[in-house]
């Protein structure tokens, strides 16, 4: 008799593992997000369908049952402009970031006033005396101004503000001083992704530009967008990244908006004469051949073979697959990703459905990537 009850006891344990290995399957199966053009297009399972609920989310149901809540993305299906231009990015920071500090004021009396204010390498220096200041020009007649008074100062690090009170040193010409060396532009170049089909509204990059050191989002209060002409390449190696080299042109052709985690946008004067795509969304990219567009010289832009290697994440916000080159062309001239290609729009089966964001420091000829949907969403935010 126990042993009969034992082997229903094992029957029972078994059974219910099976239930639970395959009610863990099917969730497995539904992603707890789910992207699509319409209700009728989402990609679940053949088992399964989705109600919507209204707003941004909905419910699975599993053979006619509710199983779970899943967030629900609806997009328009729109076509795009694909990039591959390379476009120099200009910054003005919202205050002024330090670069260096050292000591100033008359032979034999020096001081560094800016490190005894505890003002270090990066910070963001916001307001002094009272003023915002976020040119060198604003923040040195601050300074030059001050007759050797007390100036309280309200300065930013990694994304958090102090205040301060510096006192600044004449020096042989009776010229107040902090010791301080400031920047109040950024600049670089990248590769637009795409722009859309009226008003000029582009995006590009596929990442925002940060501080070096602590990866904080740049703060800036305007910026402007440049054609760049490429004017050469430093190859990338297995640990040491390469890039493009080259100048922006005379004339800006368009005016940044934001400066984002998944890319920086802007309107452009000047969009290129190109057919619009659609667009894949993130349910319908797979691993497999793609291509790219970028310029890596003076021809232009050219389409180059690469494949998805690996999706990786489709909740991350920016790190979402794996891409790497396989044209022997692109391989050659710069040897795989390189800085400046960063944006470059990625295509599977005719669509636009990512761009390129940043190379693999040990692997040159792979990099990763971010869903075109995920770009579209911060731009929507940035209107």
Same mark, same amino acid.
């Given at each position: 008799m126990k042993r009969s009850r034992s082997k229903i006891a094992a029957s029972v344990f078994a059974l219910l593992c099976m239930i639970l290995a395959a009610v863990g399957a099917v969730d497995r199966a539904i992603p707890n997000d789910i992207s699509a053009f319409s209700y009728?297009?989402?990609? &679940?399972?053949?088992y399964a369908s989705v109600d919507a609920e209204g707003g941004s989310s909905g419910t699975v149901n599993v053979f006619g049952?509710?199983?779970?809540?899943?967030?629900?993305?609806?997009?328009?299906?729109v076509k795009l402009i694909p990039g591959g231009e390379a476009f120099g990015v200009k910054l003005h920071t919202r205050g002024v970031m330090v670069v260096g500090t050292g000591s100033c004021g008359r032979a034999g009396a020096e001081r560094e006033p800016a490190k005894e204010a505890g003002i270090?390498?990066?910070?963001?220096?916001?307001? &002094?005396? /009272?003023?915002?200041?976020?040119?060198?020009?604003?923040?040195? /007649?601050?300074?030059?101004?001050?007759? /050797?008074?007390?100036?309280?100062?309200i300065y930013e690090r990694a994304g958090k503000k102090y205040e301060t009170v510096l006192k600044?040193?004449?020096d042989e010409n009776g010229i107040y001083k902090a010791g301080?060396?400031?920047?109040?532009?950024?600049?670089?170049?990248?590769?637009?992704?795409?722009?859309?089909?009226?008003?000029?509204?582009t995006g590009g990059l596929g990442h /925002?530009?940060?501080e070096n050191e602590t990866g904080e989002l740049l703060p800036f209060y305007s910026g402007e967008l440049y054609p760049a002409h490429i004017t050469g390449v430093k190859i990338g190696k297995p640990g040491e990244p390469g890039e493009l080299r080259g100048y922006f042109g005379p004339k800006a052709s368009g005016s940044v908006i934001s400066n984002t985690e998944a890319g920086v946008f802007g309107i452009t004067d000047d969009p290129a004469k190109k057919e619009p795509v659609g667009i894949a969304l993130k349910d319908d990219v797979s691993e497999g051949p793609a291509s790219i567009y970028c310029t890596v010289n003076g021809e232009g832009v050219k389409e180059?073979?690469?494949?998805?290697?690996?999706?990786?994440?489709?909740?991350?916000?920016t790190k979402n697959f794996i891409i790497r080159i396989t044209d022997i062309r692109l391989l050659s001239e710069t040897g795989g990703i390189v800085q400046g290609m960063s944006g470059s729009p990625v295509m599977q089966n005719g669509k636009l459905i990512g761009a390129v964001t940043h190379v693999l420091i040990n692997d040159p000829a792979k990099g990763y990537g971010i869903f075109i949907e995920n770009m579209l969403d911060e731009a929507e935010k940035c209107r």
């Open positions: 009728n297009e989402m990609s &679940v399972p053949s049952l509710p199983f779970k809540k899943v967030k629900v993305s609806l997009y328009k299906d270090a390498i990066n910070d963001m220096i916001v307001n &002094v005396d /009272g003023r915002d200041v976020n040119t060198l020009g604003e923040l040195t /007649g601050i300074i030059a101004a001050s007759g /050797g008074r007390e100036l309280p100062v600044a040193e004449a301080l060396w400031v920047k109040d532009t950024v600049a670089g170049i990248g590769t637009v992704t795409f722009t859309e089909t009226e008003g000029g509204f /925002g530009i940060c180059y073979t690469a494949e998805i290697a690996r999706i990786i994440s489709y909740e991350s916000e």
